[in-house]
Structure formats: C-alpha cells, structure tokens
C-alpha cells in the first residue's frame, strides 16, 4: 500500500468513524438526524470521495442540491466544527500525506456549500494551523466579549512592517479582511498583514488574544535568513 496514496478500501472505515462522532456531536447530531438510511447515505458518501480523491466517476449526484433543503437549519459555524471532527479522523486513520489533502479538499468544500447556503463568502481551512516561526515581540491581554476594546470591532490597519495573529483561547470568532471572513476558533490561528483593512465579529463568549511580530510568523524561513540575521547582527 502507497502511504502517499488513498485506497479505495480506506474511504468507507473513515467515513464510518466520522460520521459516528459527527451524530455524537451537540451541535451536528441534531442536523444529521434527518439521514434515516445511513448505509444508503455513507455509500454515497464513499462514491463521492473515490470520485474527488481517485477520479473513479462513482459520484453522479449534486452535492449543493442535496444540501439546500435542509439551509434553514444550517449556521456557518456548524462547518468549523465538521472540519474538526474530520482532521481528527483523518489524522488518526489515513497517512499524513493522504489525511492533508482530504482536509484541504474538505476545507474547499465547506466553503462552496456555506455560500450556497448561507449566502456568506468564508473561506474554512481543515488543516492544522501552522505553529509561528519567531516569538512575538508583543501580545495583548486576554479579551473577552465584555472586554473587547471597540477598535478591534471597527474597520482598521496594523501599522507597516507589522503582522499580528489572533489566537483564540476559548469560543470561537470571526476575522473579515475584506471580502473574506475566516472562522477563528481554538484549533486555528488568523494571520493579519500589514496595512491591511480588517475588522474582529464576536458572536457570543470567546477569549482570545493578539500577538504582534516584526515579520511574518507564519513564513517557512528560507536557508538565507540565518546568514542575513547574522549580517545585520
């Protein structure tokens, strides 16, 4: 067996779990209990996988059309929580390789069907967040929903040669950089570039905080940096 590859063997025992905990689950279990034949919904679910992951053509359904009945019941944050369980589930049965690129195809898949149901352009991302390369020259207290200072609420800029992360310690929120908002819980971290216009969404208890670099905390360094460092040392 490639572990740099799926098999078509490992889709349905994946699903299987997942969808155990996705009806576990406080916030998904009640939307799930509309599937009455659930041998019928996780072949389909396997189909549509081979399809997306192998090519095979099994899928012939339409994913958004399947969905759009049930909109009603169906909140964006009801997404980052799917794309927790299934990084979890994915990490624990399939090869790193092979588990990341179902979460990045499970983050894009999120994010179609949020818009077609919600009508909210977000962009949601199923991997693990990246941990920062450099400490942070600065971080702010903890806020919370009472403490927030208003400014992180309204429309503003870090200033130039300035990054910042929001780490979310408890709860869940939102960061809107322009057109895009991207969910923010405990499992994700959301990047801030310099001098870009960008605001905080806080919908219900959350603690979070943010820390402020010189460079961009989330950059792979390249071998130069140490030499350049030294040089300016």
Request: proline residues 7%.
């Amino acid at each position: 067996m490639d572990a740099a590859k799926l098999d078509e063997e490992q889709i349905l025992p994946v699903l299987e779990r997942f969808y155990e905990r996705v009806r576990r689950d406080p916030l998904l279990g009640p939307v799930f209990a509309v599937v009455t034949d659930w041998q019928e919904h996780l072949q389909r679910l396997t189909e549509f996988w081979s399809s997306l992951m192998l090519t095979s053509g099994k899928y012939k359904g339409n994913l958004v059309a399947l969905h759009l009945i049930h909109a009603g019941k169906i909140r964006p944050e009801m997404f980052t929580r799917w794309l927790v369980i299934w990084r979890e589930t994915t990490e624990e049965m399939l090869p790193p390789i092979v588990a990341r690129e179902m979460q990045a195809k499970a983050g894009r898949i999120a994010s179609r069907l949020n818009l077609a149901l919600t009508g909210e352009l977000i962009e949601f991302r199923s991997e693990r967040p990246t941990v920062p390369t450099l400490q942070p020259y600065k971080t702010t207290r903890i806020f919370d929903e009472a403490t927030v200072p208003t400014a992180l609420l309204e429309s503003h800029r870090v200033k130039s040669g300035t990054w910042a992360l929001v780490r979310v310690l408890k709860g869940s929120m939102r960061l809107v950089t322009g057109e895009t908002i991207s969910p923010l819980a405990p499992d994700s971290v959301g990047k801030i570039q310099p001098e870009v216009e960008h605001h905080l969404e806080l919908h219900g208890p959350v603690q979070f905080q943010i820390e402020f670099f010189d460079r961009d905390p989330l950059r792979i360094p390249s071998p130069t940096d140490s030499i350049e460092r030294t040089e300016h040392a």
